[in-house]
């Protein structure tokens, strides 16, 4: 064992098939969200729903996933499955295992910001002769949106750091990547250092990207805010 | 226009409107008074089937609220309502509150429906704040564009709960002014309020509630000269001398 070594570092700091690891988890990210957002979103309008045989499905997948690690789901979907006949590819099962899991934490996200939104609205579109889906979509949406917008964030940010549990089934992500090269090259403080600024870089982006967002779609209450603080 | 005949509604097993029948003619203003929890709001909640009910009947403009076949979405879109705390869309400016139901629902497109705005935001003396947003507009102001936002829909008839009674009382005059012009103009209204300078100028007849029954259902000038019932008087000389 060598003591930590200064150009290995910086050799590394550069490297391009690091890089391309961490390419992998920007994509492993972007896509799981984006899928267990859309997943999320139909599991939490069927929890609100009145109707017990639509929002019970939704309650058992949101209790069974949250419910169990990660870790396992991704197993049972790569190993497991192939028993039932369902052989799924290592990318295939990282996003799907990644996206389902995602989905029962966005659903109750999702549920909570269109929970918030006053009955009043509700009431108030309807009395304009507006329709469940155009209500939704143009009154209590916009205004749940607002309020998803930041823990949706900081979901975000913390599977930019999750997607590393996919090197368990060989997903070549950043993780994966700078195992493979530890057991070459033997620098392991020196490649670790380098995969956690990649992280790091790579959630600071995002809390610049999420503070935009943020900001956005609060304007017309900052608007409201400020006229206020203005009297 | 609007035909109320012996309704009844029920919270579970609690029954919050008894045998209620009444009517509003065309171009005529009813104010609905009470004390709280008398049933004014859910009566009125009715009428655009906002709330459902278990017996009786409303016809509006011939149209049966309560059967199963009406199509309430468009019989709401013809009936204005106001509620007392605004319900201002707050993520919309003026502008957009007062088009959005116009170009969802009406189906005009975004000039007509800015055109039609516009006008109503001048009616009401806000044509200077179609940009802001309802935060940044006093009490009174949102209010005045609520009811611009209601009218934008060229309703048939105007539903009022307690408009002015979340306002400063500095505002209530403003608010009441622009339902006054709005009653001249032969709008059919009912409205909810406890405003009885209002009722006195502006309505046809007074209708009296307590614990989900209609008590008196008089002309104005009948009413606030001798009420019938004891309650009314009680009500009345509590809300008058406060
Ligand atoms: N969603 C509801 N569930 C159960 N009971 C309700 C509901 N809404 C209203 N009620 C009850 O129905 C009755 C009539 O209520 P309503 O709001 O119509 O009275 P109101 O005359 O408008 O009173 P206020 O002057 O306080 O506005 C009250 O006893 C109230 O507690
Ligand atoms: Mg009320």
Redesign the interface.
């Known amino acids: 064992m060598q003591v930590w070594s200064w150009p290995g570092f910086f050799g590394y700091l550069g490297n391009t098939y690091l890089l391309g690891g961490a390419i992998t988890t920007l994509w492993l990210t972007a896509i799981s969200i984006t899928a267990g957002l859309a997943l999320g979103f139909a599991l939490a309008m069927m929890r609100l729903s009145r109707n017990r045989a639509i929002a019970a499905p939704a309650f058992f997948y949101i209790w069974l996933f949250r419910g169990t690690p990660v870790l396992v789901q991704l197993i049972v979907i790569y190993t497991g499955l192939p028993q039932l006949g369902i052989r799924l590819s290592v990318v295939q099962s990282a996003l799907l295992g990644l996206s389902l899991n995602e989905a029962a934490y966005l659903a109750e996200i999702v549920r909570a910001g269109i929970l918030a939104v006053p009955a009043?609205?509700v009431?108030?579109?309807?009395?304009?002769?507006?329709?469940g889906p155009?209500v939704m979509r143009?009154?209590v949406l916009?205004?749940a949106l607002?309020i998803i917008v930041p823990p949706l964030g900081n979901s975000v940010n913390g599977l930019l750091k999750t997607t590393s549990i996919t090197s368990v089934i060989s997903m070549e992500e950043l993780l994966r990547r700078t195992q493979i090269l530890i057991q070459q090259k033997f620098m392991v403080l020196e490649l670790f250092a380098v995969a956690a600024l990649y992280y790091l870089a790579m959630t600071t982006a995002w809390d610049f990207v999420q503070r935009r967002i943020e900001r956005r779609f609060g304007r017309?209450?900052a608007?409201?805010?400020a006229?206020?603080n203005h009297r | 226009m609007i035909e109320i005949q012996d309704l009844g509604k029920w919270y579970g097993s609690v029954q919050v409107l008894k045998g209620c029948t009444t009517h509003v003619d065309k171009g005529e203003v009813v104010v609905v008074c009470g004390p709280s929890g008398s049933g004014k709001s859910t009566l009125i909640k009715c009428v655009n089937g906002l709330e459902p009910f278990q017996r009786g009947s409303i016809l509006v403009n011939g149209v049966s609220v309560g059967a199963v076949g009406t199509d309430l979405p468009s019989l709401r879109a013809r009936i204005g309502m106001v509620f007392q705390s605004f319900e201002l869309f707050p993520h919309l400016s003026v502008l957009g509150n007062l088009t959005l139901a116009q170009r969802k629902v009406l189906g005009r497109n975004a000039t007509e429906a800015s055109a039609r705005a516009r006008a109503l935001l001048d009616r009401v003396g806000l044509a200077a704040h179609a940009e802001k947003y309802p935060g940044q507009l006093s009490g009174g102001q949102q209010q005045r564009v609520a009811i611009a936002r209601a009218l934008a829909m060229d309703p048939v008839a105007m539903l009022f709960d307690e408009p002015t009674s979340a306002l400063d009382p500095e505002m209530i005059n403003e608010v009441l002014d622009v339902m006054t012009a709005l009653a001249q103009d032969g709008m059919t209204m009912i409205c909810v309020t406890h405003e009885m300078g209002f009722a006195r100028r502006v309505a046809h007849r007074v209708v009296f509630m307590d614990q989900g029954e209609i008590l008196e259902d008089r002309p104005s000038a009948d009413f606030f000269g001798a009420p019938e019932t004891d309650r009314a008087r009680a009500f009345l000389s509590r809300i008058l001398h406060h």
Do not use: F, I, K, S
């Open positions: 009043g609205q009431n108030a579109a309807r009395a304009l002769g507006m329709r155009q143009h009154v916009p205004q607002r017309a209450y608007t409201a805010a006229e206020v």
